[in-house]
């Protein structure tokens, strides 16, 4: 076996296998079932009540239930 031809047929490997995982990551293959990202339990995406009424908040972030029930709190509204 000649070394030259190993590595060119490597090579050869390695770029076909480039070519194939750039198509199926960009969704290429999707009409055969292999998306990578499929779409699953779409039924949930119906079922959410108001997604638009959730609030992220930083970790520091008090709740109002808990700064209402602070001990600072009854100090300071006297």
Known sequence: ???SSFWRKAA???I????????????SFGFLGLDPNPQREPQRLDEQVSPEAVQ??????????QAASAPGASAASD
Not at 56 to 64: Q, S, T
């Open 56 to 65: 992220v908040k930083r970790p520091g972030a008090a709740l109002p239930i």
């Open 16 to 27: 076909v296998a480039n070519v194939l995982f750039a198509l199926w990551s960009g969704g």
């Open 1 to 3: 076996m000649n070394t």
């Open 12 to 14: 050869i490997a390695l």
